[in-house]
């Protein structure tokens, strides 16, 4: 059965529908790993691949709108030198700690989250602002010029920067988690944070 909207609108609210339950997921991942998070490996390598897939997909979405292929170049620049900033420096700021049962929890870098959401809002905001229903329907290919192609590839820059510094923190997070399993590092026994139904 036709859903009745003009041809693109229905796939155009569909995607935007997938990105806000994203923007919700990662702000809840946000939180979460404030208050603290139980540790899981999966969980871990799997969110990571949804940032950088995510990360990249917006990317290579620019270059279709229009931004230079040549724009790659300090975006691979930025990749590398956040991951590896991230990795050396957000050592001090995670904490892990076992709880009484025995589980490993772990937080902090919530400021790396908070960049990746950033650049992630600001480069959604403006697909939806200036690219439109059109881009989705795939009838025709929207051509960013002036203030919105500056304003993608600014945006493109700090969503780059904020997968980056996910990345080094993921590695420094699991490099951490291999000392505790092999007990080079001790974790503190500590209560459990506050346990949520959405993980």
């Not at 790396?112 to 480069?123: E, S, T």
């Amino acid at each position: 059965m036709s859903s009745g909207l003009p041809y693109g609108l229905d796939v155009y609210y569909l995607v935007v529908a997938v990105f806000v339950l994203a923007v919700l997921r990662i702000s809840w991942r946000t939180f979460a790993n404030y208050k603290g998070t139980l540790f899981s490996m999966t969980r871990t390598f799997v969110y990571a691949g949804i940032y950088v897939t995510l990360g990249v997909a917006f990317s290579a979405l620019s270059f279709v709108e229009g931004v230079s292929y040549l724009m790659a170049i300090p975006e691979i620049l930025i990749v590398a030198a956040a991951a590896y900033a991230s990795y050396r420096y957000t050592d001090g700021r995670i904490s892990f700690w076992k709880s009484a049962e025995g589980s490993l929890f772990f937080k902090g870098g919530i400021g790396i989250y908070l960049v990746y959401l950033a650049g992630f809002l600001a480069r959604l905001a403006i697909d939806v602002a200036f690219v439109g229903p059109s881009m989705f329907s795939f009838a025709s290919i929207v051509q960013l010029g002036g203030a919105a192609l500056y304003a993608s590839m600014a945006s493109d820059l700090l969503l780059t920067l904020g997968v980056g510094l996910l990345i080094g923190r993921n590695v420094r997070v699991t490099k951490r988690y291999h000392l505790i399993q092999q007990g080079l590092e001790l974790a503190p026994s500590l209560p459990s944070p506050q346990r949520f139904r959405l993980r």
